[in-house]
């Protein structure tokens, strides 16, 4: 959650009146997380808001299923070999690849506009836009997305997406909620003025005038299960709101890196988090300057978290045989680290220009059968 924002038409003080020029009341509806004790939204609608007819659901990504348990090992999964023409909308388009109870992460490649309206009663959804852009519409607006992005939908949120073009996205279902690090936050939960981003490089929503899609079916995901409505009339009705939930894209070059004479741990380069993963943005940035310094990734054993990292653009100084929309996957139990020759070859470097998106994951994250039809299987005897 960021900061408040105000748009369009609210009264004077919540949970009281609201009418229109023609002294017609407005619905008021409250959008909470944790229950009433969290961050909230209030919207002002046309029409009552919770109409809804139960329907059979027509649309929905398939849930995660784990293929068959295989030995531990490094892997790497070439996401562009998962494309397919025609794909469809999203809501039906996204590939889970790996997953555990606090998050599923796969990839889409959407060629069509969801024909219908999505309500994830699961997670909030965190998507990285590897390739194409378009609008994420919802209730509280219009959010414009580009190539680089970073889009955010709230958990429960009526939205559709309406993508332009080709589209590789990498993705996340998050849950156990995504949130701003506490770290980059001061006490009024302003972002500080040394966090890696600012307050203004957001896209926040822009709210349109209510407006009739002619589309009147909703699905919501609820356990794992998509569940179908009809509704009575257009949900796009909001002519206000206010409060601090609400959807937004976020450039990953926005991202601003630290610098040090000696290598930091990803931890610095911690763009959001959520329960059990912490989400980092690797971008072209200056290296170590200490005159011995190592800036390639020393190897390491990281205990108590699988690490995999989406490649999105630029020269991985650690890794070779990895491009644009691979993905590798480390598990804790066996130390990983830089491909032979990458630590030393490092040495004397002043930049990089690698461009990816990592997850850190503090519980075991198991592989899909679509995974397995994209991996590279000569991936761990690379190190060797």
Known sequence: MLDRMQLGDVPRKHHIQLRGPEGELRFEECFTRDGFDGPYTILYHLRRPHTHR???????????????????????YRT????????????????????NDDLIAGVAFPSADDPVYIADGDADQL?????????????????????????????????RFLPAGPQHWFWFSLAGGLHIPHQWRNPVGQLRMDAPYSH???????????????????????????????????????????????????????????????????????????RGALI????????????????????????????????????????RGVGPGSISHHPMGVPHGPHPGSYEKSIGATATSELAVMADSFAPLRATSAALAAEDAGYQDSFV
């Open 127 to 159: 998507i990285y836009v590897h390739q194409g852009g378009g609008v994420l519409r919802s209730l509280l607006g219009d959010v414009r997305f580009a190539q680089g992005d970073y889009v955010f939908v709230p958990r429960g949120l009526l939205h």
């Open 80 to 99: 562009g070999a998962l494309a397919a023409p025609g794909a469809g909308p999203q809501i039906d388009a996204r590939v889970p690849l790996l997953f």
């Open 200 to 274: 203004r490089d957001f896209k926040r929503p822009q709210l349109q005038a209510p407006v009739d899609e002619d589309i009147r079916e909703l699905v919501v995901r609820r356990g794992g299960t998509w569940h179908g409505f009809t509704l009575d009339h257009p949900p796009l009705d909001v002519i206000g709101w206010d409060g601090t939930v609400y959807p937004w894209a976020f450039p990953i070059l926005a991202f601003q890196p630290r610098v040090s004479s000696v290598h930091l741990p990803p931890t610095w380069h911690g763009t959001f988090a959520a």
């Open 54 to 76: 139960i329907a059979t659901p027509a649309h929905g990504w398939a849930p995660p299923a784990a293929a068959a348990d295989r030995p531990l090992a490094k892997r790497h």
């Open 280 to 319: 980092c943005s690797f971008v072209p940035r200056p290296v170590d300057f200490h005159p011995e310094a190592i800036p390639c990734p020393y190897p390491h054993s990281s205990t108590h978290c699988d690490e995999i990292i989406f490649y999105c653009d630029g020269n991985f100084t650690s890794r």
